[in-house]
């Protein structure tokens, strides 16, 4: 079992590492300079869209790879995804309510 | 490792006697951490929540906010960021191989690159402090004139006198300084204001400097908590940091046993993910709109 441990951690190792870092780097990169581009003609906002996707993607990398989680048990799985999944309820939830006030005498 | 529960004494070093073997109590560490990390996402979910409620009100006020943070500063602190993530990552890699030497100078990497960090926090909190822009009246008071800055000089809103002309500070209440509605003019002129924003920046239909300033004001307010609490993570991250070098300088971790390098390794990751998001979130809002 030991043995199985020891192979079992070796994950992707220093080349796979600094994969992950360039990745990384690049998407930082991307995410600067794609601020400056007006995406407004798409939709109002897409700009905010398109940053936060390039986060959520670098995120998944560093959770994944930096992280380890994905050699790691269903447990720790079940930590990591059900951490945003109430993330998601606080949002959903709080924004619902603010949603719905756009006007009458709850409004700003 | 099957049958061994009889002859406990040969216990590995680092295993606690209430766990089976090293993996039981790694895997158990982890999920314990992670449970750490789960409250950790909501607590700094509280504050991204405020973050959505008050930039989905006033996103022009968050985006003319956000405009005069300096995004080369965040930038430069995400790319720090990451390889402090890459060294710490690689921290765990040699722990598991054994490799104390390497172990410690990685750690020693992530400490520098963690300080590096918080140095141009310190940078950048000055240039707002500069700038009157700390969200709390009386906090301002040093302000001094400074014409280069576009957001001093007279532009679309009306004036508000603060002080008078002989005074060599521009701002003796402290007030939190902002001038420069251009913005709001801009999604006038585009119709991109939304309700909240047509009450919350017009007095009878003309922009009001005043209301507009408050709006800013939230943005900073956002901004210095956020970057606040995260900084006091990273301030805690290299106290835990300094405490790994101690242990792994004496060789404390090998193959065997290298679960509090894990979790320090997790808490550090995290850390850096909060930065991932609060980079596009308060750095580069609405830049289109100045290129």
């Known amino acids: 079992m030991s043995d199985n441990h020891a192979e079992h951690e070796e994950h992707i190792g220093i080349p796979g590492y600094i994969v992950i870092f360039l990745i990384l780097v690049v998407g ?9 581009w007006d995406l407004d003609s798409i939709f109002p906002g897409a700009n905010t869209l398109l940053a936060l996707a390039i986060a ?3 995120m998944m990398f560093v959770i994944l790879y930096f992280m380890h989680v994905r050699w790691s048990s269903k447990t720790i799985w079940l930590a990591a995804v059900a951490s945003f999944f109430w993330l998601l309820i606080m949002f959903a939830f709080t924004m619902q309510d603010y949603f719905t006030r756009v006007s009458g005498v709850f409004s700003a | 490792m099957t049958a061994h529960g009889d002859t406990h004494e040969h216990h590995e070093p680092g295993l606690q006697h209430q766990f089976e073997d090293m993996n039981q109590q790694e895997e158990s560490v982890s999920i314990a951490m992670w449970a750490f990390l789960a409250q950790e996402i909501m607590f700094f979910g509280g504050l991204f929540t405020a973050y959505l409620v008050f930039r989905w009100r006033f996103p022009m006020a968050f985006a003319a906010g956000s405009n005069h943070l300096d995004p080369f500063w965040g930038g430069l602190n995400t790319l720090v960021l990451i390889v402090s993530s890459l060294t710490m990552a690689l921290t765990v890699y040699y722990a598991q191989k054994g490799n104390r ?6 750690i020693v990497l992530t400490m520098l690159f963690g300080s590096v960090f918080l140095g141009v926090k310190a940078i950048e909190y000055t240039d707002k402090y500069n700038h009157g822009l700390v969200p709390v009246t009386g906090w301002n008071k040093k302000v001094k004139e400074d014409t280069s800055a576009p957001h001093v000089t007279e532009q679309d809103c009306t004036q508000v006198g603060h002080g008078d002309g002989d005074d060599h500070y521009v701002n003796p209440k402290g007030e939190f300084q902002w001038k ?14 939304t309700a909240d924003e047509k009450i919350g920046y017009f007095t009878n239909g003309e922009i009001d400097a005043d209301k507009f300033r408050d709006k800013v004001r939230l943005f900073y307010f956002i901004y210095f908590v956020m970057t606040g609490l995260h900084a006091l993570h990273m301030i805690i991250g ?19 046993y290298y ?5 320090s390794g997790l808490y550090w990751h995290f850390v850096d993910i909060v930065w991932i998001f609060l980079f596009p979130l308060l750095y580069l809002l609405g830049r289109h709109f100045l290129h």
């Not at chain 1, 930082?28 to 400056?36: D, G, H, L, M, Q």
């Not at chain 2, 030497?101 to 990685?106: D, G, P």
């Not at chain 2, 290299?238 to 065997?256: D, E, H, R, S």
Request: hydrophobic share 50%; charged share 15%; net charge positive.
């Open chain 2, 238 to 256: 290299l106290g835990v940091m300094l405490w790994l070098l101690w242990k792994a300088w004496i060789g404390t971790y090998g193959p065997k």
């Open chain 2, 101 to 106: 030497t390497l172990q410690v100078a990685m």
């Open chain 1, 56 to 58: 959520f993607t670098k």
């Open chain 2, 259 to 263: 679960a509090p390098v894990e979790i």
């Open chain 1, 28 to 36: 930082t990169i991307f995410t600067y300079f794609s601020s400056f």
């Open chain 2, 180 to 193: 420069d509605c251009s913005l709001v003019k801009l999604a006038q002129e585009k119709n991109y204001l």
